[in-house]
């Protein structure tokens, strides 16, 4: 399960293997009222993110490991929404991992430095999802993608009696 979060918008995407592939599960936007103050829209994202957590059971959670916000504000917004995802994950005891924004863009993409629509695009050609998928979505799931080929490549390296560090 990837999650992108966020205090006014919070992207949760769910994505599983067939063996080979990533199958798009589930994803979504956990919205609390812009308007309410940053406490009660931090509860709203925390007993909303523990429903999502709680009905699909992922083995694994995987947030963003470096954010950028546009100021000091935001920034701490973030922080806090953020800390709202590990404490989530540490209550029902799903393991929580992270990776880098340009980690996730050449994971998706293949290019560091990828633009938020072609990362947005890509997710959907890999998922073979059609219509809309709204941003935030788009990143959780990018973020699941990234920690699931992490994943695949450790399990090929263990296969050929390789450690991995």
Do not use: W
Not at 17 to 34: C, E, F, K, M, N
Not at 49 to 55: A, G, N
């Amino acid at each position: 399960m990837g999650i992108d979060p966020g205090s006014i918008a919070l992207g949760y995407g769910l994505i599983s293997t067939d063996g080979r592939d990533a199958v798009y599960l589930t994803s979504g936007v956990i919205s609390p009222p812009a308007a309410s103050p940053l406490s009660h829209r931090l509860k709203c994202i925390y007993h909303s993110l523990l429903e999502v957590v709680r009905e699909h059971r992922p083995d694994d959670i995987v947030v963003e490991k470096i954010f950028f916000a546009k100021g000091a504000k935001a920034a701490l917004s973030l922080g806090h929404a953020r800390g709202i995802v590990l404490l989530a994950a540490a209550s029902e005891n799903v393991p929580i991992h992270e990776c880098s924004a340009l980690q996730v863009k050449k994971a998706v993409v293949g290019y560091g430095r990828a633009e938020k629509s072609q990362v947005q695009e890509m997710v959907k050609l890999i998922l073979k999802i059609r219509g809309t998928l709204y941003p935030d979505s788009a990143d959780a799931l990018a973020l699941a993608l990234c920690h699931m080929n992490a994943i695949k490549f450790n399990e090929s390296l263990q296969g050929q009696g390789t450690s991995s560090v």
